[in-house]
């Protein structure tokens, strides 16, 4: 059977976010009185969902400290999401190729969806914001369902729900845990090269296929369709 389904990961694939998300934990950070972060530094954090990488923040570590007080964490928890929410999302960028491709594939027949572990809060208003909302049959957040990425629950929620097969799915992103979760589904995969990967070359994940630029989706969709067929 061809290729119906493309499901994407957002942050790292879709849009570059570090910025905003850079200012609304050394906001936090700030409002708790603790030391602030870098850019670099949340570039490496992000990829896990929000709890995790304000874990990270507090920790100053990838590996948070397990012993993190959960009322500072609650406490810090809820003012990244006032900061991240207040903020906007002006610095949040597409990366090059990402309208005129995810375009030309909602055009072309293709069902397009968004498996993000950002908090489904965030989402819609920043595929608003960047003009992407329509192109989406389905958006699931990190908080959509009872787990995130790895787990493959939200990629078989999908496949389920428009009756389609594995065969039929494919899912792209830049991060192991994108292509992790795609495996586990028993999907296709497609793994971006840059974007937000803890510093690991993402080939090392093992995907289906490694692409450099977003706009190279195209063809290697129509391509797998074909052989698929």
Do not use: C
């Amino acid at each position: 059977m061809s290729l119906r389904y493309i499901a994407f990961d957002l942050d790292g694939t879709l849009v570059d976010s570090v910025p905003d998300l850079t200012q609304a934990l050394q906001m936090m950070l700030a409002d708790l009185d603790r030391p602030t972060v870098s850019v670099a530094e949340v570039t490496s954090w992000i990829g896990n969902g929000a709890d995790i990488m304000i874990r990270r923040a507090l920790s100053r570590a990838h590996d948070h400290d397990p012993a993190l007080d959960p009322e500072l964490v609650a406490t810090a928890r809820t003012r990244f999401n006032y900061h991240y929410e207040h903020n906007g999302h002006e610095k949040t960028v597409l990366y090059p190729g990402v309208k005129e491709t995810l375009t030309t594939l909602h055009q072309q027949g293709y069902q397009l969806g968004v498996v993000t572990n950002k908090p489904i809060a965030f989402v819609p208003a920043i595929l608003e914001d960047l003009g992407l909302a329509s192109l989406f049959s389905d958006v699931i957040g990190g908080d959509s369902l009872s787990t995130n990425k790895p787990d493959p629950e939200g990629l078989h929620l999908l496949r389920d729900k428009h009756g389609l097969t594995n065969a039929q799915m494919l899912m792209v992103g830049d991060s192991k845990n994108d292509i992790l979760a795609a495996q586990n589904a028993g999907f296709t995969s497609v793994g971006l090269t840059y974007g937000y990967n803890y510093g690991e070359p993402i080939s090392d994940s093992r995907p289906t296929y490694v692409l450099d630029h977003f706009s190279e989706l195209v063809s290697v969709v129509a391509n797998h369709s074909v052989s698929r067929v």
